[in-house]
């Protein structure tokens, strides 16, 4: 095929803001090797020169201009795209329609069929896993002199990185490098310029959106449905105008002495207060969204009045001030997620009047809408108690209680904290601890459980939240030692509990 060559130079960079991708020129990384080789679609050419490998699978989904992607075109002159396209062996400027939502490591007319390989594959696992795409001595056409080699790496996480062997004839001088979400939305590092290009370093694009991993909840399975409690604000007469005004609103009426009552709802989808009073309230939904694939979320509320949305403890939306409800979905923003649990706060105040609550989400190639109650999720509360055990000599009758060993007829004191570090009350937990062996022959005394001193554990005081506690006392045959603590041991209650051993 004869081609006419229109070349044309430019001596600046342009841009037209990246939504969602940030850019800078960093140390340069070494190539990573793939295998899987260029694989033309034969409907359109019978050549590599000019060429599409249509729909190769990326390995996970990729988030790219506010959405996902499994697949990609691989264009053998340099770029891929995310749209249907035709090969345009000729670079141009960017924006360039008809190719928009593309990646050009190095836009140019090269021609694989006259040698070099273009080749694809999946590196690393898990977070760390990656694409890779790599254009390797490739000539350019009518000049097969000129060997071009050069690799655009696409994270899970939506970073892109360009690499470039400065040892081939990457110079820029030819080519379009850049970045192009749409046709508004765009990043020409380099047109036709070798000055403005650096193939001795990375060109590295970085997500800029909120990227939340998931977590382990705090309980094995959690249950559907999300937490509400609801406190009273009459005495609040305003309303929060961002999140450190709606913190301080929470820190001073989120507490025991304003409670209105607690449980749990299907969904964040709704108005009115269960517990209390419909006006002058402050709402907190607290518990776990389930996240069933990776990529791109939008979250947004509406509501009346003020609103916010934590996910995994960071801030992600919120709608301020006193408001009617919208009807929709206000204050969109755009995350990346992995697929899994997420921690989920969603606050809501009412000052008066009506009021209402919404949560919203779209999922990866989805549409927005209410986050559905198959999604919501809690932790029902549970006590989880724990044991510390120390012993130490108390007296001897040598030294007295001044440096006491453990000598025959010295007393020894164990002591036990218990600790409930769950989140509901325990009572009647019966936790024992088995005795060591040197207490076989040993005569006991003083056994008895109370709040108190920690002496053997170095600690100097234990508090004491209503609970009471018993010793029933060595077992000679099983060799421990039973507690029982009842009444309500919440957490972070400690209870320290001893018993004394003279040594035969």
């Given at each position: 095929?004869?081609?006419?060559?229109?070349?044309?130079?430019?001596?600046?960079?342009?841009?037209?803001?990246?939504?969602?991708?940030?850019?800078?020129?960093?140390?340069?990384?070494?190539?990573?090797?793939?295998?899987?080789?260029?694989s033309?679609?034969?409907?359109?050419?019978?050549?590599?020169?000019?060429?599409?490998?249509?729909?190769?699978?990326?390995?996970f989904?990729?988030?790219?201009?506010?959405?996902?992607?499994?697949?990609?075109?691989?264009d053998?002159?340099?770029?891929?795209?995310f749209?249907?396209?035709?090969?345009?062996?000729?670079?141009?400027?960017?924006?360039?329609?008809?190719?928009?939502?593309?990646?050009?490591?190095?836009?140019?007319?090269?021609?694989?069929?006259?040698g070099?390989?273009?080749?694809?594959?999946?590196?690393?696992?898990?977070?760390?896993?990656?694409?890779?795409?790599?254009?390797?001595?490739?000539?350019h056409?009518?000049?097969?002199?000129?060997?071009?080699?050069?690799?655009?790496?696409l994270?899970?996480?939506?970073?892109?990185?360009?690499?470039?062997?400065?040892?081939?004839?990457?110079?820029?001088?030819?080519?379009?490098?850049g970045?192009?979400?749409?046709?508004?939305?765009?990043?020409q590092?380099?047109?036709?310029?070798?000055?403005?290009?650096?193939?001795t370093?990375?060109?590295?694009y970085t997500?800029?959106?909120?990227?939340?991993?998931?977590?382990?909840p705090?309980?094995?399975t959690?249950?559907?449905?999300?937490n509400?409690?609801?406190?009273?604000?009459?005495?609040?007469?305003?309303?929060?105008?961002?999140?450190?005004?709606?913190?301080?609103?929470?820190?001073?009426?989120?507490?025991?002495?304003?409670?209105?009552g607690?449980?749990?709802?299907?969904?964040?989808?709704?108005?009115?207060?269960?517990?209390?009073?419909?006006?002058?309230?402050?709402?907190?939904?607290?518990?776990?969204?389930?996240?069933?694939?990776?990529?791109?979320?939008?979250?947004?509320?509406?509501?009346?009045d003020?609103?916010e949305?934590?996910?995994?403890?960071?801030?992600?939306?919120?709608?301020?001030?006193?408001?009617?409800?919208?009807?929709?979905?206000?204050?969109?923003?755009?995350?990346?997620?992995?697929a899994?649990?997420?921690?989920?706060?969603?606050?809501?105040?009412?000052?008066?009047?009506?009021?209402?609550?919404?949560?919203?989400?779209?999922?990866?190639?989805?549409?927005?809408?209410?986050?559905?109650?198959?999604?919501?999720?809690?932790?029902?509360?549970e006590?989880?108690?724990?044991?510390?055990?120390?012993?130490?000599?108390?007296?001897?009758?040598?030294n007295?209680?001044?440096?006491?060993?453990?000598?025959?007829?010295?007393?020894i004191?164990?002591?036990?904290?218990?600790?409930?570090?769950?989140?509901?009350?325990?009572?009647?937990?019966?936790?024992?601890?088995?005795?060591?062996?040197?207490?076989?022959?040993?005569?006991?005394?003083?056994?008895?459980?109370?709040?108190?001193?920690?002496?053997?554990?170095?600690v100097?005081?234990?508090?004491?939240?209503?609970?009471?506690?018993?010793?029933?006392?060595?077992?000679?045959?099983?060799?421990?030692?039973?507690?029982?603590?009842?009444?309500?041991?919440?957490?972070?209650?400690?209870?320290?509990?001893?018993?004394?051993?003279?040594?035969?």
């Amino acid at each position: 095929m004869v081609k006419l060559l229109l070349i044309i130079f430019l001596t600046s960079s342009s841009f037209g803001a990246l939504q969602y991708l940030q850019k800078s020129v960093v140390t340069q990384t070494a190539f990573e090797s793939v295998s899987n080789s260029f694989s033309r679609d034969t409907t359109t050419t019978n050549s590599d020169d000019d060429a599409i490998d249509e729909n190769v699978a990326i390995g996970f989904s990729f988030p790219f201009n506010g959405t996902t992607y499994t697949t990609v075109n691989i264009d053998s002159n340099g770029y891929l795209a995310f749209v249907n396209i035709s090969s345009e062996y000729r670079n141009r400027a960017l924006p360039r329609t008809g190719i928009a939502q593309s990646i050009f490591p190095y836009w140019d007319d090269l021609n694989p069929e006259a040698g070099g390989t273009v080749k694809y594959g999946n590196v690393g696992s898990g977070e760390n896993e990656r694409f890779i795409v790599e254009w390797k001595v490739v000539p350019h056409y009518n000049n097969n002199n000129r060997l071009y080699s050069f690799q655009v790496v696409l994270y899970k996480n939506g970073d892109i990185r360009f690499r470039y062997d400065s040892s081939s004839n990457v110079d820029g001088a030819s080519a379009t490098i850049g970045v192009q979400e749409n046709t508004t939305n765009y990043d020409q590092h380099s047109f036709n310029n070798s000055s403005t290009f650096d193939a001795t370093k990375d060109i590295l694009y970085t997500s800029i959106l909120t990227q939340l991993t998931a977590v382990t909840p705090s309980c094995t399975t959690p249950s559907s449905q999300i937490n509400m409690t609801t406190y009273n604000t009459t005495a609040y007469n305003s309303y929060p105008n961002d999140s450190t005004q709606y913190a301080t609103l929470i820190q001073n009426y989120a507490t025991d002495a304003n409670l209105f009552g607690t449980g749990t709802v299907a969904q964040i989808n709704g108005s009115g207060n269960p517990y209390g009073s419909n006006e002058h309230y402050l709402s907190i939904f607290e518990g776990y969204i389930y996240l069933p694939t990776t990529g791109v979320y939008a979250f947004g509320v509406d509501g009346d009045d003020a609103i916010e949305v934590y996910i995994d403890d960071t801030l992600i939306t919120g709608w301020y001030g006193g408001h009617a409800k919208a009807y929709q979905a206000k204050e969109v923003v755009n995350v990346f997620a992995y697929a899994g649990w997420h921690k989920l706060k969603y606050h809501h105040q009412e000052r008066g009047g009506a009021d209402n609550y919404y949560l919203y989400w779209q999922q990866p190639n989805g549409s927005l809408e209410i986050v559905p109650a198959t999604q919501l999720f809690h932790c029902s509360t549970e006590a989880k108690m724990s044991i510390v055990k120390s012993s130490c000599t108390i007296l001897d009758p040598v030294n007295g209680a001044i440096n006491p060993k453990r000598i025959p007829r010295a007393t020894i004191r164990y002591t036990m904290e218990v600790a409930n570090e769950g989140t509901a009350s325990a009572t009647n937990v019966l936790l024992s601890d088995s005795l060591s062996s040197e207490f076989d022959t040993t005569s006991i005394k003083n056994i008895q459980v109370q709040a108190g001193a920690c002496d053997c554990l170095g600690v100097t005081s234990a508090s004491n939240n209503g609970a009471n506690g018993t010793a029933d006392g060595v077992h000679p045959i099983v060799l421990d030692f039973g507690t029982v603590l009842g009444g309500s041991v919440a957490t972070p209650t400690k209870e320290c509990g001893y018993f004394e051993v003279e040594l035969i």
